[in-house]
């Protein structure tokens, strides 16, 4: 498990935010009465449930004790809880109106048991909603990837590779959730971020993807190569634009599973 860092993370909360508004703004649910954020980061997906069912009771979800304590600090009167998403799909049969993921499922285990675990949690009527980054074949993260692999890199990563998180593709999981939900909504959208310079890619990965790498090297010198090297070869891949800038393309995932008040 990486270690995250809610400054970072936030250093592009409008990019961030906007898949989890668009995800939340498709919810075809008008009063739900009890939602969880799981995942919930610093709360800024927890923010956005908030503006739209502000009569809810909402319950932030997150492994990291960093990440709720940002939360708390931002959103005192929110509930919040430490927690692994795994342990809480088992731990007990209490449901909700909506099971809500942004960004945060793709750093958990075994999609096929989980997704259909996590619609047994939504009470009749509800929804289950994700978003995930549909982007790990990006150059951005090729290259972290083959550079870890390099020669000059390969002995300082432990034998077995770091372990990548992954997506399956989109329409696996819609075979995945439409035996047990009443209907399953997805879509994928590829953003186009505009970034001030190739470095502001590099700063995106350094509060994502890039923290499992920087992680498992020994020390900040060499953090610090690894990522002047990264820097490099993704100025290579992402071109700058006639004004300057770097176009960063990103695509997303989205799903949106009902179920049914009549179902069991
Ligand atoms: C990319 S952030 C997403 C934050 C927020 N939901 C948003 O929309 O921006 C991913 C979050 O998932 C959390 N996370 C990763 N694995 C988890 C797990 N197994 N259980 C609970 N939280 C987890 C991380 O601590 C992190 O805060």
Known sequence: ???????????????????????????????????????????????????????????????????????????????????????????????????????????????????PKLLTRVAKGGALAIQMPANFDAPAHRIMRELAASPAWRDHFPASGIRERHVHDLASYYDLLAPVAAAVDFWQTEYQHIMADAAGIVEWYKGTGLRPFLDALANDQQRADFTAQYLERIQQAYPVRKDGRVIFPFRRMFLIAYRNRRQS
């Open 1 to 115: 498990m990486p270690t995250w860092d809610a400054k970072q993370y936030l250093r592009f909360n409008d990019q961030r935010t906007r898949p989890c508004r668009e995800l939340v703004a498709r919810i075809a649910i008008d009063a739900p009465k009890r939602v969880i954020d799981l995942g919930c980061g610093p709360g800024n997906s927890t923010a956005v449930l908030a503006e739209r069912w502000p009569d809810s009771g909402l319950t932030g979800l997150d492994s990291s004790s960093e990440m709720i304590a940002a939360a708390r600090k931002t959103y005192p009167h929110q509930s919040w809880s430490i927690g692994d998403i795994a342990a809480w799909v088992d731990q007990n049969d209490q449901t909700y109106d909506i099971v809500f993921s942004n960004a945060a499922l793709q750093w958990v285990d075994d999609h096929s048991l989980l997704l």
